[in-house]
């Protein structure tokens, strides 16, 4: 959920002298209005912001490479702890439920840019890439630090941001660029093999796409595994490899975070919210909900009224 900004909050000045994801912070700290995730006149590319640390919490990004350039976040997926902080950018290659704590302050807060991956261009920027075989499985989820090509191309991405005739010129081509620069930096495979259209890597992410627009349904391995031409052992040992989570641990995650929205950002009835996603049950879907999150959904209902009224 967003959040207005203080009013007192000012804007960060840069010193020429300062290491560039300063530099970065002081151009993107004057276009943030609120925090939490903001749209821009970019399609796919969005404002992050924080003026406050938050707790270890569930959550789950969509397909996207995150750019912080001020303040601090870990991940926590499974066994692994991500590190990703100023300088860094995450790539999320695949939708993964994972826990993440942010790291900010009034005075310093957390500053980023969150660009989706757009399967097409990154389809087209591949087939223009030497090809490179790897028969290892790449990490769907890994921070990069930003190398100097990539701080160039996140500043030329911040110039359409508040010049709407740049963006509608160039927009597309400043995106282009940081995928480029992402295909071709330590974690590109992990965005390569997305649209590879072989192996099990790319077979996971199509099983994981099929769940997100039909997580409402009754659904089991047998059948997603049928879906992407996979046993149901080897597409069960994959997918647990792959998020973490075996297949209907992960269907039960994505239904409660979008329950989730629904209750705090649409102020949906308890009830209401655990049918639009599924659920047979009401009650199974509280004790659900408030094994996951640590409360119960009718608690984050209640939290998220008055921001919402």
């Not at 590190?83 to 009034?106: R, V």
């Not at 028969?135 to 991405?157: C, Y």
């Not at 996951?292 to 209902?301: K, V, W």
């Amino acid at each position: 959920m967003t959040q207005p900004l203080p009013s007192h909050l000012t804007t960060v000045e840069a010193d020429p002298a300062s290491p560039p994801e300063t530099r970065l912070a002081a151009r993107l700290a004057p276009l943030t209005t609120r925090d939490g995730f903001t749209s821009t006149t970019l399609p796919g590319v969005q404002l992050i912001a924080s003026h406050c640390g938050h707790p270890r919490t569930p959550l789950m990004y969509e397909p996207s490479l995150v750019i912080i350039v001020q303040g601090n976040k870990t991940g926590y997926l499974g066994e692994r702890i991500i590190h990703y902080g100023a300088g860094h950018y995450l790539i999320q290659a695949m939708p993964l439920p994972f826990e993440c704590e942010t790291h900010a302050s009034d005075t310093k807060p957390l500053l980023g840019l969150s660009v989706s991956l757009d399967m097409a261009m990154l389809s087209d920027l591949v087939a223009r890439l030497p090809s490179t075989m790897s028969t290892r499985m790449p990490a769907p989820m890994a921070a990069v630090s930003m190398d100097a090509d990539m701080e160039e191309n996140v500043s030329r991405l911040i110039d359409c941001l508040d010049d709407p005739d740049r963006a509608a010129a160039l927009g597309d081509g400043r995106i282009r660029e940081v995928l480029f620069t992402a295909l071709r930096g330590p974690q590109g495979a992990s965005l390569r093999q997305l649209v590879a259209y072989h192996g099990q890597y790319s077979r996971i992410a199509e099983a994981l796409t099929f769940l997100h627009r039909h997580y409402t349904r009754t659904l089991n391995v047998d059948a997603l595994a049928q879906r992407v031409n996979m046993s149901a052992s080897h597409f069960h040992h994959h997918f647990k490899r792959t998020t973490q989570l075996a297949p209907m641990q992960y269907l039960k995650r994505l239904r409660l975070l979008k329950a989730r929205a629904l209750l705090t950002q649409q102020g949906h009835q308890v009830a209401q919210a655990a049918t639009q996603v599924g659920y047979q049950s009401a009650s199974q879907f509280s004790r659900d909900y408030k094994r996951y999150f640590g409360r119960s959904p009718l608690e984050d209902r209640q939290r998220a009224t008055p921001a919402a009224s």
